[in-house]
């Protein structure tokens, strides 16, 4: 790139043409990992980008900000009235807070570790551990209380802590611990998503399976209509998504079906089961 006219970053941004935003890698955003990545970048006559570079940044960062340069496009630059190649660097910056509202040290290092405690649990879930999901998963859920809530990707973070911890509840037979953990989910679930994004609706799915369990059947059924009403508003919301989404209420619609079963009530379970089989 060292043998190619150079321009400034301000300069460059001048002559944008198309301008895509780098999306924020959510791990790295869960990890409150911020920071500029700087990308050296060679731009042909026709004002494309024909290849760039880090030049510094946080790891995490880095690829998500070379994914979103290279679909850059330039006016393109002149010389003495003639079209030609360039290089400069561009900051591409990841910032969760503004200044001064930033998480305090304490809340960092909590966020740091809420991912491999996370995982523990999750693991311990998977493997049916009850002792070591329960103390693994409320480890997680308080985690995310220290990490705090500043903005929408703690809030998520919290409602799927309060999630996991009322699964280990529930695998250790103490359901109404697991519904007011339920509960939570829902209201962390309020702050951050909408009833057209397909995360909405696993709590609401979840809670239905706990009141199930604990005899609440009306409050059963409106959640699994929740849940699947939410997942039909997401297909069409994100219709790309369509396959991933259609086995999630594919799954809510069978277990509505056989809480219908249990309620004598046959001909609605059918119609649930074929839906979920057309799907």
């Known amino acids: 790139m060292s043998n190619l006219y150079t321009v400034t970053e301000s300069d460059a941004r001048q002559h944008l043409l198309q301008h895509e935003e780098a999306l924020y890698p959510p791990i790295a955003k869960a990890a409150r990992v911020q920071g500029d990545v700087l990308i050296e ?40 009235g003639v079209s030609t190649q360039t290089t400069t660097t561009l900051t591409i910056p990841f910032h969760i807070d503004k200044p001064g509202e930033g998480p305090t040290t304490e809340q960092e290092k909590a966020a740091q570790a809420w991912f491999p405690i996370s995982d523990k649990c999750r693991s311990a879930l998977k493997a049916k551990g009850a002792p070591d999901a329960l103390e693994y998963c409320k480890q997680a859920l308080d985690m995310s209380y220290k990490a705090g809530d500043l903005n929408s990707s703690d809030q998520l973070g919290r409602m799927d802590s309060h999630q996991l911890y009322g699964h280990a509840l529930l695998a250790a037979g103490r359901t109404q611990e697991a519904l007011e953990q339920e509960n939570l989910a829902i209201q962390e679930a309020k702050k951050c998503l909408k009833d057209t994004d397909q995360e909405f609706a696993m709590p609401f799915c979840w809670r239905a399976i706990v009141e199930a369990r604990l005899g609440q059947v009306d409050a059963a059924l409106a959640d699994f209509n929740i849940a699947e009403e939410t997942h039909r508003k997401a297909i069409h919301h994100l219709p790309e998504m369509k396959k991933n989404y259609s086995a999630y209420l594919a799954s809510i619609l069978k277990q509505h079906a056989a809480l219908l079963d249990q309620l004598g009530r046959p001909a609605d379970a059918e119609k649930l089961r074929a839906e979920a089989a057309a799907l």
């Open 41 to 80: 970048l060679a731009i042909s006559e026709k004002g494309q980008v024909t290849s760039e570079k880090v030049v510094s940044g946080p790891a995490m960062l880095q690829q998500a900000a070379l994914d979103a340069v290279k679909k850059w496009r330039f006016n393109p630059f002149q010389v003495n």
